[in-house]
């Protein structure tokens, strides 16, 4: 199993970080192996990414989501993955990111990828993609501010 966790710090409010990521259907305006993620219902996303140069979908169901806390997430088919992106307010108008993702490399070139911190760097180029997109934004284009427990939207 690999492993990657990066942080980030953001020059915006907790709220408007977690709104931000909440929107995952623009995943794509920051994440550079992401071509589309479509939101099925509130707790399931199905993902469409090139990674190590090889195509991959798959359905991936929100776990636990606590806004200004916490999104965290398992992979149901396709690629084995999942993780956690933790918000943490460092004062009122600035925001640390926690990201951690686990995975199962399929193949040489993704083995060997992990190996040699390709993931790492991805996820940190990501997370200042990330930062780049919400502090020339100032705000979040929309929020989903409820709660998932154990893979089940609490009302």
């Known amino acids: 199993m690999a492993e990657v966790h990066e942080s980030i710090e953001v020059n915006v409010p907790v709220s408007t970080a977690y709104n931000q990521w909440t929107q995952f ?56 993955t999942s993780g956690e992106v933790k918000f943490e307010p460092l004062g009122s108008d600035r925001t640390k990111i926690d990201v951690t993702i686990s995975w199962e490399p399929e193949g040489m070139l993704e083995s060997l990828g992990e190996k040699v911190g390709a993931d790492t760097m991805g996820v ?6 990330f930062k780049e997109l919400i502090e020339r934004r100032g705000a979040e284009t929309g929020a989903w501010r409820g709660e998932v427990i154990a893979g089940e939207k609490v009302d």
């Open 25 to 80: 259907e623009q995943f794509p305006q920051f994440m550079e192996n992401v071509e589309s993620v479509t939101q099925i219902d509130a707790t399931h996303l199905r993902w469409v990414a090139e990674i190590a140069g090889k195509r991959n979908e798959w359905e991936a169901e929100i776990v636990r989501q606590e806004p200004d806390r916490v999104v965290a997430w398992k992979s149901v088919d396709g690629k084995g």
């Open 124 to 129: 940190k180029k990501d997370l200042q993609n």
